[in-house]
């Protein structure tokens, strides 16, 4: 990745083996790159449409973004003998779908080890443009050396999903957006879910709880984050907290990001929680041995917020846009 700040703007050259592509803030400085570059590389240009397995839609006149990756999809079906033949999934996992390393038999085929990684590496690239499916992949990942045949159902389900919305595309837009909770977001302005689900994890994992957040931009999802922290929370509250100071510090990362590369954003990234505990009234009182690591966290955030880098808002569960980052969710909110 090639970055370079010119007074009109970002100029971006992404190169992977021996494709490129080029942005600038105009045509006609995309057009000098490309004859600076064929001075040195003989080089055929076309207007981005397809890189890296991903179908590219820009409408300049609209200023709307779309992407897909239909292509990648049909041949992971493929590969893996999918089809749209009898009843089809409207979500990656089934409703309240429990992975964990409790279901992991002793003794796994290496053919079923090599399928299940196979299908993994294909569908973690995949959630580039399909957010949505990032807990059930994130979760069977942390099986796919001993997947069970209830692991291996799972995964040709999700491609299945995948399948049926195929076309269902990765929107940006440079026009205001509307959030959930019905409120409007200036495009310009980066906007967080954080959540958590206290404890989901089995026997095997420790219970160790799921966190995720999801970062808009543009009306589309930026960034997406669904993991299982090291940490062990004895309390929903502090497990929120430890995921709102995740969130803080993608938060602080896009600070420097605007601030260094691109232009000071002037105002404060609003982080959505759906806990009102951590928002409002949470302190620390307990006197163990892990209360000062939940208090440098604490103070952390806090700082960020009096500093005007962040500011925290209370968000109904409803409205929570992370909330599939931890946990599977009913067919009917993915329609």
Known sequence: ?????????????CTIVNDSAVSAPNDQIVEQVIQEIKQYVDIECKDLNFFLCININ??????????????????????FGINLEGKIPLSPLPENAKISSDDCPEEVSQ??????????SILLY???????????????????DRPSKLHLKYAPRIIKYLLYTKLLPLVFSAEPYTLPDGSVQAADEPCIFADSSHADGGL????????????????????????????????????????????????MTIHILFEKILQPLGHSIH??????????????????????????KYFWVEQLKERDIIAIDQCKSKHMLADGNTKPLSEEIYL
């Open 111 to 120: 053919e079923d080890i090599t399928k299940m990684r196979s299908m993994i």
């Open 1 to 13: 990745l090639m970055m370079k700040i010119v007074p009109e703007g970002l100029i971006l050259i």
């Open 58 to 79: 820009y409408n300049q006149d609209a200023r709307i973004l779309k992407m897909h990756q239909c292509e990648l999809i049909e041949e992971a079906a493929s590969k």
């Open 204 to 251: 095997a994992e420790k219970h160790q709880s799921t966190g995720g957040y999801d970062v808009l931009y543009g009306g589309g999802t930026w960034i997406a984050k669904s993991h299982t922290p090291k940490i062990i929370a004895d309390s929903s509250p502090k497990l929120e907290l430890h995921q709102l100071y995740g969130a803080s510090k993608q938060a």
């Open 271 to 296: 982080i959505k929680q759906d806990n009102n505990t951590v928002i409002s009234v949470f302190s620390i009182s307990s006197n163990n041995k892990n209360s000062r690591h939940w208090e440098t």
């Open 126 to 144: 995949i959630s580039i443009t399909r957010p949505t499916i990032l807990y059930a992949v994130t979760k069977l990942a942390t099986v796919q």
